[in-house]
Structures are given as structure tokens and as C-alpha cells.
């Protein structure tokens, strides 16, 4: 039995003395689950910054690579390929790069899930229903 349905069995105190003991503990647990939700949106928050700097290191990674490596290693293969093969395949490496950071961001993100804080929302959605449940009896 909860503590809301313990004391709604008494029906020796004052009305007003339970409005006011139902205001408190709303405003309790309404207190609890803004707690809930902060600290849920922090959790949140560490994986998009993951996730987000994994993206960002994936676009830096490829723009050093292509302005350090690109003309050395077109120069280097051009010595054995035509020219433009060289640069081709150098531009094919440096994007499988890209792409294999970018994975690992997406993967970070992914992990984070929506925004909104879900458990944060599921917990105050039952503790309104048993609320309005208790009212109505």
C-alpha cells in the first residue's frame, strides 16, 4: 500500500490537513522528478558531446589528412600511375577515413537516444494517473 493510499485511508484528520499534507507530497515528488529529469538530460547530454566531438574529429581528421598527405602521396604514386589515378586514389582513402569516424560518432548519437528525458516523463506520467486515480475515488 502507498503512502497516498495509507493516508487516504484516515479519515479522522481535517479535511484541510489532508489538501495540505496532498500539496506537499505532489510538490515533493514533483521536486523528485525534476531531479530525475536533470540528472537523466546530463546522462543525455555526455553522449550527444561524445558523439558530436567523434563527428567533429572525423571532419578534422579528414582536412589534415587531405592538406598534409594528398600531395605527397599523389606526387609519390604519379611516380608509377598516371596522375590522375594517384590523386584518386588518395582522395578514395582519405573519404573510407572520414567515413569510419563518422561511424563511430553516428554510433555515440545513436546510443544517446531522444532528447527529451523518457524515464524522467514514464515516472511522472504513472504518478499523475495514480494521482487522478486516488482523486477520483
Do not use: N, Y
Not at 540528472?39 to 571532419?59: D, H, I, S, T, Y
Request: positive net charge.
Amino acid at each position: 500500500m502507498s503512502t497516498i493510499e495509507r493516508r487516504a485511508h484516515t479519515t479522522e484528520e481535517p479535511v484541510g490537513v489532508l489538501v495540505s499534507r496532498a500539496s506537499q507530497q505532489i510538490s515533493e515528488l514533483i521536486r523528485e522528478e525534476m531531479q530525475l529529469a536533470r540528472a537523466e538530460m546530463a546522462q543525455k547530454g555526455r553522449r550527444f558531446g561524445k558523439g558530436g566531438g567523434l563527428f567533429g574529429a572525423a571532419g578534422l581528421i579528414g582536412i589534415l589528412a587531405a592538406q598534409a598527405f594528398t600531395a605527397t602521396c599523389v606526387a609519390a604514386l604519379a611516380l608509377v600511375l598516371p596522375l590522375w589515378a594517384s590523386a584518386l586514389l588518395v582522395g578514395a582513402a582519405l573519404a573510407a577515413l572520414a567515413a569510419v569516424v563518422a561511424l563511430f560518432g553516428k554510433q555515440q548519437v545513436a546510443k544517446a537516444g531522444t532528447p527529451a528525458p523518457q524515464q524522467a516523463i514514464k515516472s511522472f506520467k504513472a504518478d499523475l494517473a495514480e494521482i487522478k486515480e486516488k482523486a477520483h475515488r
